[in-house]
């Protein structure tokens, strides 16, 4: 494995920092693909005391990197990695650089008021959606290794301690580059740009050219990114601006959610009371976001090629999605009429609250003419609302002369049949909280191959079931 860590040779970026080893570490779950994918070959043991904090291999050198950001929308001027360590770079068999994140490892100067530490339920909760969202397509930090304590740490309520392993071409984020030009550093924004170019995008010039073509790229994959979110009906929840990832990956999960029932103005997150990073709102701050970041990077980019690059934001989003939103409804070709098709739908699914993701999947199975099939009636509390839907989607159909049996192949390819509802996820920790990780190692196995019919598992690929709306995802992690 080749391993270093040029990040923390920028000293100005960030503090060196030992990991607290964690007291009682127990191995919970080990990426072995993900490993093998980076080239890395470890024993159990060593992954346990890495994780863990009890272990540095050779050339790692942990540092805490500084950030700032927006946080729903009031500036915090110094953040940065309060209780995780960039613990090195990996050179991947491909050629590519991947961080070794360490999240849960201890107090660093970016604590602030925090213990530097992280839980099992909130670490689970990551490593679960990281991976769902993985294999459902959708660019995303990575889950390698988690460990478990008996470490009591305090929330709400006591839990058990956890700590993290994650992975990812890069943790910078909007807010490192914030940081530096709100704390009048503007000398170090080149710098951090050119370790960006030096390591993900050696392409790029490190010149005003390259910079502008760099934020455009940031530009467009964040606008892919949230088209993916939308499609998935997937909420991040706490969208500011230090965990929005440079290279258009989601990054930090909180307290995210997938849509149950569709709802538009559905809030994840129950601390967010306005509603700042509600579903519909996600495409809205994903510009405003980036609007933050070509302000910090705008001493170093014509301020024209920064409108121009945000000028292509709504249109790439819109593209992605609607070709997304085509894919799943199971169509070859737009035509003129389908937007109204597509957003009648939507009105129908609102007002009669019909699971977003079962929706999809259940359409697949409908025949050009005939009852509906019975587990895609299941999901219609009303069906009779929906008879004229029904007769325009079926003419819609026929105009394609495609093949049922194809259309459904299509369509569930792109329309999962298991998706990380809160409820399952929740059932995993609380039994993992019991020492138990074999209802995580099913749900990761099922989300593994989220589109494949699994029929052992039928009841993971139902709708939520009615106690689960009360479930109220704690934000403290
Ligand atoms: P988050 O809301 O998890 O994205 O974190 C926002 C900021 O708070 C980041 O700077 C984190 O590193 C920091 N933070 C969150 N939880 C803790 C904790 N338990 N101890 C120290 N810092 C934390
Ligand atoms: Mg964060």
Redesign the pocket.
Same mark, same amino acid.
């Given at each position: 494995m080749i391993l270093d860590n040029r990040y923390a040779g920028l000293e100005w970026a960030g503090a060196r920092v030992e990991p607290d080893p964690l007291d009682t570490p127990r191995l919970l779950l080990i990426n072995y693909d993900l490993a093998e994918s980076l080239g890395i070959s470890l024993k159990d043991h060593q992954w346990l005391e890495i994780t863990s904090g009890h272990r540095l291999l050779p050339d790692m050198i942990p540092f805490a990197q500084v950030?700032a950001?927006h946080?729903f929308g009031g500036f915090?001027p110094r953040?940065? &990695?309060?209780? *995780?360590l960039l613990l090195g770079e990996v050179v991947t068999p491909g050629g590519e650089r991947w961080d070794l994140h360490l999240k849960?490892a201890g107090?660093?100067p970016?604590?602030?008021?925090? &213990?530097?530490? *992280?839980v099992l339920r909130s670490s689970l909760r990551e490593y679960l959606a990281s991976e769902a969202l993985h294999y459902l397509g959708i660019p995303t930090t990575r889950a390698l290794c988690l460990v478990g304590s008996d470490e009591p740490?305090y929330r709400e309520q006591v839990e058990a301690g956890a700590a993290l392993l994650r992975a990812a071409p890069s943790h910078l984020r909007f807010g490192h580059f914030e940081y530096f030009y709100y704390s009048s550093q503007p000398e170090r924004i080149p710098e951090l740009l050119n370790y960006l170019i030096d390591t993900q995008w050696p392409d790029l010039d490190k010149s005003l050219q390259g910079y502008a073509e760099l934020f455009e790229r940031v530009v467009l994959r964040t606008a892919e990114l949230i088209a993916h979110w939308q499609a998935a009906g997937f909420c991040h929840g706490?969208m #500011?601006t &230090? #965990?929005m990832s440079m290279l258009g990956l989601t990054l &930090?999960y909180?307290p995210y959610g997938f849509l149950d029932a569709y709802d538009p103005g559905h809030i994840c997150n129950h601390s967010d009371h306005a509603g700042r990073y509600a579903y519909d709102q996600q495409p809205a701050v994903g510009l405003w976001n980036l609007q933050r970041l070509a302000q910090a990077l705008s001493g170093h980019i014509e301020l024209e090629a920064l409108q121009q690059s945000l000028g292509q934001y709504e249109h790439r989003l819109l593209t992605a999605y609607s070709e997304r939103m085509r894919q799943k409804l199971g169509l070859e070709q737009w035509q003129d009429e389908d937007p109204a098709l597509f957003r009648d739908m939507f009105t129908l699914m609102a007002k009669h609250q019909v699971d977003y993701n079962c929706w999809f999947r259940r359409l697949s199975r409908l025949e050009p003419e005939g009852e509906l099939p019975q587990r895609l009636a299941a999901l219609l509390s009303e069906p009779d609302a929906w008879s004229d839907w029904f007769v325009r989607y079926r003419a819609r159909l026929a105009l394609e002369n495609r093949p049922q049996a194809e259309r459904r192949a299509a369509m569930e390819a792109v329309n999962p049949k298991y998706v990380l509802r809160n409820h399952l996820a929740q059932r995993a920790i609380e039994r993992a909280e019991q020492g138990d990780m074999a209802e995580a190692d099913t749900l990761l196995q099922l989300l593994a191959n989220p589109f494949d019919d699994q029929p052992d598992f039928d009841a993971y690929a139902e709708p939520a079931p009615e106690w689960a709306a009360s479930l109220c995802i704690s934000?403290s992690?």
């Open positions: 950030y950001g946080q915090s953040l940065g &990695d309060g209780r *995780a849960g107090k660093t970016y604590s602030r008021f925090g &213990d530097g530490r *992280a740490v706490v #500011n &230090d #965990n &930090d909180g934000c992690s």
